[in-house]
């Protein structure tokens, strides 16, 4: 059975509008130099999608989600990164002060904490059903390739 998340009317977000053309390329180079020795498109599209999630972290408010999220009895209502994205994470993480001010415009003034989880959400899938779920809702593109456990 597929569940449809309610859609909008809006425009998707471009997630590489978020940051400028200089920093983007340094993290993609980040990540091929100390995470992922991969092919630049495919490294293009990680960091793609890793902004897009830090996003819709952003605007998630796991203590006051959309009605649906609740509905459908998401018990663990974090969002996490898939194993593809989460080296997009790390790389931009290295990038301290960069990363420290992306999070305060993106949130008005919080860091987006990056803290490793592990429990039964995150090991069936149900974590990233969610997050791609929520990056839909608030409109940001998602590669699904880059979201399979």
């Given at each position: ?9 809006r ?13 983007f ?36 408010d796991?203590?006051?989600?959309p ?47 990056h ?35």
């Open positions: 059975m597929t569940i449809a998340t309610p859609r909008t009317d425009p998707v977000h471009d997630p590489r509008g978020q940051v400028s053309p200089e920093m390329d340094q993290i993609v180079e980040r990540v091929q130099k100390d995470y992922v020795p991969a092919a630049r498109f495919y490294v293009e599209l990680m960091v793609e999608q890793m902004l897009a999630y830090l996003a819709a972290v952003a605007a998630y796991p203590e006051d989600p009605q649906w999220v609740v509905e459908e009895g998401y018990d663990f209502r974090f969002l996490t990164p898939s194993e593809h994205i989460d080296p997009a994470v790390h790389a931009f993480l290295d990038f301290t002060a960069d990363y420290r001010e992306h999070c305060h415009e993106l949130t008005g003034g919080d860091f987006i904490d803290v490793p989880v592990v429990n039964d959400s995150i090991r069936n899938g149900r974590s990233l059903d969610l997050t791609t779920r929520i990056m839909r809702h608030y409109r940001y593109p998602v590669d699904d390739r880059m979201w399979v456990r």
